[in-house]
């Protein structure tokens, strides 16, 4: 047998072989992203040269590559003129941005406070907004509505549907 014969037998062989054997689909598997980190019981500071400016603190937190993930959330900063925090069931934080789910309770330090379902807050704008029913109090006085729109630098409301009460001295 010449080698030309013997190469031409291999690719017979080949070629046979790939028309008799079907290519089987690879199984599709469900592709789920995996944290770079995750912890329990945690808070974590945010500290200038002066004092503490923020922390959170959470339950269990997730640390995704652009995003946290933390659930029985609370977010305290102390940056501004009052101090303010907010707590939620479940956050997503993700580039100044926090998008809270599940008995959002916000709270400063003068008493002004409102508790929903859901919302987020934009640490850049300093602005909180909520697309469902909101309860805001301070000093007795109360406020109940939709969609809420609530501007921290500027102490500016806005929101539709509202209805309240008001304590007169």
């Given at each position: 047998m010449s080698i030309n014969g013997f190469f031409l037998l291999i690719l017979t062989l080949l070629i046979g072989m790939f028309g008799y054997f079907e290519p089987h689909e690879r199984q599709k598997q469900e592709v789920r992203e995996v944290p770079l980190f995750?912890?329990?019981?945690?808070?974590?500071?945010?500290?200038?040269?002066?004092?503490?400016?923020?922390?959170?603190?959470?339950?269990?937190?997730?640390?995704?590559?652009?995003?946290?993930?933390?659930?029985?959330?609370k977010f305290t900063n102390n940056s501004k003129i009052m101090s303010e925090s907010i707590h939620s069931d479940n956050a997503l934080y993700k580039?100044?941005?926090?998008?809270?789910?599940?008995?959002?309770?916000?709270?400063?330090?003068?008493?002004?406070?409102?508790?929903?379902?859901?919302?987020?807050?934009?640490?850049?704008?300093?602005?909180?907004?909520?697309?469902?029913?909101?309860?805001?109090?301070?000093?007795?006085?109360?406020?109940?509505?939709?969609?809420?729109?609530?501007?921290?630098?500027?102490d500016t409301v806005s929101a539709d549907k509202v209805r309240g009460s008001y304590q007169f001295n």
């Amino acid at each position: 047998m010449s080698i030309n014969g013997f190469f031409l037998l291999i690719l017979t062989l080949l070629i046979g072989m790939f028309g008799y054997f079907e290519p089987h689909e690879r199984q599709k598997q469900e592709v789920r992203e995996v944290p770079l980190f995750e912890l329990d019981q945690f808070v974590i500071y945010e500290i200038n040269r002066f004092k503490i400016e923020r922390f959170f603190q959470g339950v269990q937190g997730k640390r995704f590559i652009d995003r946290y993930e933390i659930s029985d959330a609370k977010f305290t900063n102390n940056s501004k003129i009052m101090s303010e925090s907010i707590h939620s069931d479940n956050a997503l934080y993700k580039e100044n941005l926090i998008l809270l789910d599940g008995n959002v309770h916000y709270v400063r330090e003068d008493g002004f406070q409102f508790r929903s379902s859901e919302g987020s807050y934009d640490q850049n704008s300093s602005r909180i907004q909520t697309q469902g029913a909101f309860l805001l109090t301070k000093d007795g006085n109360k406020v109940e509505g939709s969609h809420l729109d609530y501007n921290v630098n500027l102490d500016t409301v806005s929101a539709d549907k509202v209805r309240g009460s008001y304590q007169f001295n």
